[in-house]
């Protein structure tokens, strides 16, 4: 039978920026289409997104991609995505919702059909015949894709974990996974495994509320504001639901909160009476004990919500003595320094602060190692590639597999820019087939080349010196003294005492350099950049970017 390829162009290797191919001789089907939030390697960058020109490069090809839930590391690169390509988006009327909202903020509605699909459903996307199943997770309405191929049937878990009690009652399909691995069997399963190194099981999202309702007795008589994730709607939910009880009216802080909301009560995912819900400026009519503000910036992202309040700043709210801020959630690995200081701020302001570290007062999306062994053991598959994790937690699930019977051979470990090509004989793995080189944005440009991050890391702690040479072209003498100018390297009053030696210095190598009859211009920065370079390391023991600069007049 024909071959089939499935390119990784993100999300192997780091969380974020998920993205697959499968790819026939003639048609090309897109798995999700996510972008990253840059860390502090990055700066400056605002998202860093899949190796798009994979498919830019084979854009005639491609039939659709498929959404299958709404976090951004699945659906946030799509606008770009658009930009460049038309094609229609499936995935389930929630996903739908927020990647339409999206689009219409970027006017890019027109670029592509959105197909929804429903629980079970069965629908072809051009040769491939797909069916989706519903998976629980940390935002309503995932599916799980099980999408038929020449080489067989691909099962993808999309993030999941097995909540046996989740809030709206939709359960992972384990038994059509079953079901599809008996008839027609399972030839490749792709699986999320972000908590794959750890042991037990998550606990449910309905678990939470038990929780959260504690947080409210004991702090009965404070305006509760509530932080969790704006696509968390089950979470938003529990946290309503519990207010309501307390006898709380519900404002929204944020803007995505607010969308997010409206979104869920429109497809009635969401339950809340308008009678309960009241404007944030209105919330100052009312005494404090009976108010619950639903908030995001639970990463303490810098424009937030929550840390605009934190730190004085929110037009909407003041945080004091009356307050008491519940975190519904995690701070991602890499933001526990910045949760941390907004809630020495909050704290500062007189609120109290409730985190989840030890409340019980958020659970993972992400099933763990008993939930990952029961969806190995119900598909059964052939062949298993673990997908949506670090490197370490791609191996602890390669481990896992193989400690519950998988032969080892049989499970590839991908990373991103590789391709898994599936033929009558088996499947092999082929490293880095893409460029390699995610493209990233800052600001309204999308950029390639990673050096300027260097640059940026140098110039962020070490600041800059200019060393400005000016060469007469009539008799190849310099003209005047070097000009050094520098910022951000020493305070200026050092810089000024500083400067006028270095320009002596270049003076006299560039004199002795112009002696030299064979020397380019390239030779002269050269011998500008090195003696600045070498004087000012030696004067201050630091290393800034030199930039030299010969003009010839
Ligand atoms: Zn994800
Ligand atoms: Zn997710």
Redo the contacts with the bound molecule.
Sequence with gaps: MEKVRITFLG?LGD??R?CAVIETLNQILILDC?QLFPDEYMPGANSVLPDLPYLLDRKEKIVGCITT?A?E??IGALPYLLEHIELPIYGSSFTLGMIRNRLEERQLLNRCELIEVSDGEKIAIGDFPCEFLPVTHSVPAGLISAIETPQGLIVHSS?FKLDLNPVDGRLTDLNRIAELSRDPGIRLLLC?S?NSDMPGSTISESDIAISLDKAFKSNESNRIIAACFASHVHRVEQIATTAINAGRKISTLGLSMKKNLSLARQLGILEIKEEHLVDIDDTRDYPPHEICIISTGTQAEPRSALAMAATGQSRWISIGAQDSVILSSRAIPGNEERVGKMINALMKRGADVLHSDHLGLHTSGHGKQEELQSLHQASNPDWFVPV?GEYRHLVAHKDLAVEIGMPAERILLATDGDQIVLTDDGMELIEKVTSGGYPFVQGRILEYEHQIFSDRRILGKEGFVIATVQIAKKDNEILGDPQIVSRGWVSAHTANRLEEEIAIAVKKGVQKTLLMEDATDQDLEQRVRRITGSLVNELTGRRPMIIPIVRKV
């Design positions: 999300g969380i974020g998920n996510g839930h976090h590391d699945h993030d999320d972000t949506h």
